[in-house]
């Protein structure tokens, strides 16, 4: 059975197979029930220092609910950390499933 995530009122399902090539931050992309690209929930911010596996949960979904799904499906462990650019603030998460669908 393929693990899902809600976003307001849609599911997708999560895969992280690529990096970030500024900074080697894993990307996770989302896809709707037809396999098609619906677009990234992390994003890039170069000027921070992530741990391995690190990555930050974009402005463009509910940050913490969304944090709150990938952790109910074991994609991703969540942290106290917070990475700061000068567009905003974005909770980091530790992928769990590199080079996966989650």
């Given at each position: 059975?393929?693990?899902?995530?809600?976003?307001?009122?849609?599911?997708?399902?999560?895969?992280?197979?690529?990096?970030?090539?500024?900074?080697?931050?894993?990307?996770?992309?989302?896809?709707?029930?037809?396999?098609?690209p619906a677009g990234s929930i992390s994003?890039?911010?170069?000027?921070?220092?992530?741990?391995?596996?690190?990555?930050?949960?974009?402005?463009?979904?509910?940050?913490?609910?969304t944090i709150d799904e990938l952790v109910r499906i074991g994609a991703?462990?969540?942290?106290?950390?917070?990475?700061?650019?000068?567009?905003?603030?974005?909770?980091?998460?530790?992928?769990?499933?590199?080079?996966?669908?989650?």
């Amino acid at each position: 059975m393929e693990k899902l995530i809600q976003i307001y009122v849609s599911k997708y399902s999560v895969v992280c197979l690529r990096q970030y090539e500024a900074n080697d931050q894993p990307v996770l992309d989302i896809f709707d029930s037809l396999g098609c690209p619906a677009g990234s929930i992390s994003t890039c911010i170069p000027s921070h220092l992530f741990e391995n596996g690190e990555t930050a949960i974009s402005t463009d979904v509910p940050q913490q609910d969304t944090i709150d799904e990938l952790v109910r499906i074991g994609a991703v462990e969540a942290t106290d950390k917070i990475a700061y650019s000068a567009h905003g603030e974005y909770p980091v998460v530790k992928v769990l499933n590199l080079g996966a669908s989650c």
